[in-house]
């Protein structure tokens, strides 16, 4: 995951920076670079591979200068090369970036046509491109700025620096976490308070939306309107940042928050582009072959079954290899035969739950290869298996899965375009398709938090409720599961999921006007026939809060209780941008109810016993 650090500082910046750049290391990088200005002029140097060669760079080919910005860069688009390292230079800008830019292509074929020549294959480069472009046209740094963030798609945080502006640093923040730190006379940024650390502790998170204009004395911070606004500065024990909820109330928001960065960053793992133009998907740090398995048996627990249920439908349908399931303290004691060429998969976000590890032993020996997905790559799954997957998801600390289940679905869905495309069913068009949808999940997930405020009213209703049901069809209902799972965990109200076509099987004797049904629904090739089962739902007086994309929500018509409006994303990702209202509707009914979100009664983060 990149890491960005800017100052305008009252010394020379360059070591001041590389050693902030250290701080971010934990993060995970492939090269690094650092801008600065000094008497007018921009000046930049920038290494492959470790910070100890850029921090040789700087000795052997010093740069001055009290303004500038650095960045540690985990390569996403375009391989990890001295080109493709930030900061990138377009004339008088200098920009690090990080996150995805989600239409980059679209701007790249736009500036290709207006002149421009490419040196980089990153969606950075456009934004340089764009910045000059309208510097050029006569625009100010902070208009031009402005502008060419109001063109961008996707999840991103970014820092502009301009020739001749020594008292100037533009950051802005749309769906990845960016931080500035206020000194005296000094002012900083960091992609989060460690990379402040050491410098000031007076922080102030920029919000969704927010452009920061910064100069020496102090930053005036435009929200998503262009409004100025007041955001705290809060004081903050940087030693601890990594492990600390930072301005949330609990872990899990944190961690509900954090989808945005750490999707990305799970993405950039698992996604590359290929010659500027197709997005191509791979086996992250392992190597695989899915020619060599005539089927995938995927065994977990809880949420992380649920990760399953949904990779299922996507290694059938999109790769065309069939997936058993099961429950991992079931499959153990089953003791199912298993044929060779037998792909085993056991998905975890702790590595160490008992019953995973125990039909993981099971398997070996007689599948042909043992694979992990897991979020700790030291841990026991993960060093029992041949091949490990790791999720990249950051520490969990909430008891409720959130973030590793979406990072799960990442890189599960990453893997079926991959195998598909190995096993010859989809082609580079295809491809390029499927993984530009994954691009899109982060962006997306951004939407839904912005829409936040809704869900507290809607779960001041749920949180009177005895029984709540959840139903979805197709890939959305494990979401269904997963939906009713998370809200009996932390709120306690007794919840189930349901296939919608199973409604009429027995459930729908439950349905009164006292049990909220919640229906998740994108407008996909299955809509209509759950808008049929909602209809048989509020026949008998039951109340429906439908989670579907405007066109899902008109074409429901009348009668609904409640909507959720969703942005419209392509089918195949639909189920990993749904967990966000799934886990939203669960984190506020509970708070409303006031139980233990982060350690609800009798649950444990890891399940290490049987
Ligand atoms: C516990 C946790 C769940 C988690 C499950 C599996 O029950 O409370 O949130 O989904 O274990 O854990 P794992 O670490 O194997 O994903």
Redesign the pocket.
Do not use: D, P, R
């Given at each position: 995951m990149c890491g960005i650090v800017g100052i305008l500082g009252d010394h020379e910046v360059a070591p001041i920076i590389l050693d902030a750049l250290k701080r971010l290391e934990y993060r995970g990088y492939d090269s690094a670079g650092i801008a600065t200005l000094h008497e007018g002029a921009m000046y930049r140097r920038r290494a492959t591979g470790k910070l100890v060669a850029l921090s040789d760079l700087l000795v052997n080919d010093p740069i001055r200068g009290k303004a500038g910005i650095g960045h540690t860069r985990w390569a996403t688009h375009g391989a990890p090369t001295l080109a493709n390292a930030h900061p990138h230079q377009v004339g008088p800008v200098a920009v690090v970036h990080n996150g995805i830019i989600e239409n980059f292509r679209a701007l790249r074929k736009e500036l290709t046509a207006d002149g421009v020549r490419f040196e980089t294959e990153t969606d950075t480069e456009t934004v340089a491109h764009l910045a000059a472009r309208e510097l050029a046209r006569g625009k100010s740094p902070e208009e031009a700025a402005a502008a060419t963030v109001a063109r961008l798609e996707g999840a991103f945080a970014l820092a502009f620096l301009f020739e001749g502006e020594e008292d100037l640093m533009i950051a802005a923040r749309r769906g990845s976490p960016l931080a500035l730190g206020y000194g005296v006379n000094e002012m900083f940024i960091g992609s989060d308070a460690l990379a402040l650390a050491g410098m000031t502790r007076r922080v102030c998170y920029l919000e969704e939306g927010d452009l920061a204009v910064i100069r020496r004395a102090g930053a005036v911070i435009h929200d998503a309107s262009g409004a100025v606004v007041e955001r705290d500065i809060l004081e903050v024990s940087a030693s601890n940042a990594v492990a600390e909820k930072g301005n949330h109330k609990h872990f899990m928001e944190k961690e509900i928050h954090e989808q945005p960065t750490v999707a990305t960053y799970a993405l950039s793992h698992y996604t590359h582009t290929v010659d500027g133009e197709h997005a191509s998907a791979h086996a992250g740090p392992a190597t695989v072959d899915f020619t060599a398995y005539d089927r995938i048996v995927m065994v977990?627990?809880?949420?992380?079954?649920?990760a399953c249920h949904v990779a299922k439908y996507w290694f059938e349908q999109v790769a065309r290899l069939p997936v058993e399931i099961e429950v991992?303290s079931e499959f153990r004691y089953r003791e199912p035969p298993v044929s060779p060429r037998t792909l085993a998969v056991f998905?975890?976000?702790?590595?160490?739950?008992a019953d995973?590890l125990a039909a993981l032993r099971y398997m070996a020996g007689k599948a042909e290869t043992i694979a992990a997905v897991?979020?700790v790559p030291e841990s026991s799954?993960a060093r029992e298996s041949d091949l490990v997957f790791p999720i990249f998801a950051g520490i969990e600390v909430g008891?409720?899965?959130t973030k590793?289940?979406t990072c799960?679905l990442i890189v599960l869905g990453a893997l079926a375009v991959l195998a598909a495309r190995q096993r010859g069913v989809i082609d580079r068009t295809q491809e390029t398709r499927l993984v530009s949808a994954l691009e899109t999940v982060p962006g997306a997930m951004a939407e839904v938090l912005r829409d936040e405020k809704l869900f507290p009213p809607l779960c001041w209703h749920l949180a009177k409720a005895d029984d709540i049901l959840f139903l979805g069809r197709g890939a959305m209902y494990p979401l269904a599961l997963e939906g009713a799972l998370k809200l009996k965990?932390i709120s306690y109200i007794h919840a189930e999921g349901y296939a919608s076509g199973e409604l009429k099987h027995g459930p729908i004797a439950l349905i009164d006007e006292s049990v909220p049904v919640i229906v998740m629904a994108p407008s996909d090739a299955l809509f209509e026939k759950t808008v049929s089962n909602m209809q048989e739902v509020m026949a008998r007086g039951g109340r429906i809060l439908l989670i579907s994309d405007a066109k899902g929500l008109q074409a429901a018509g009348e009668g609904t209780w409640q909507q959720i409006e969703m942005p419209d994303v392509d089918p195949f990702v639909a189920p990993i941008v749904y967990a966000l209202p799934a886990q939203l509707l669960a984190y506020y009914t509970a708070v409303t109810k006031g139980t233990d979100v982060d350690q609800p009664r009798n649950?444990?983060?890891?399940?290490t016993v049987e």
């Open positions: 977990a627990c809880g949420t992380a079954h649920l991992a998905v975890s976000q702790s590595g160490e739950t995973t897991v979020n799954i008891v409720a899965s590793a289940f799960q965990e649950l444990a983060k890891s399940v």
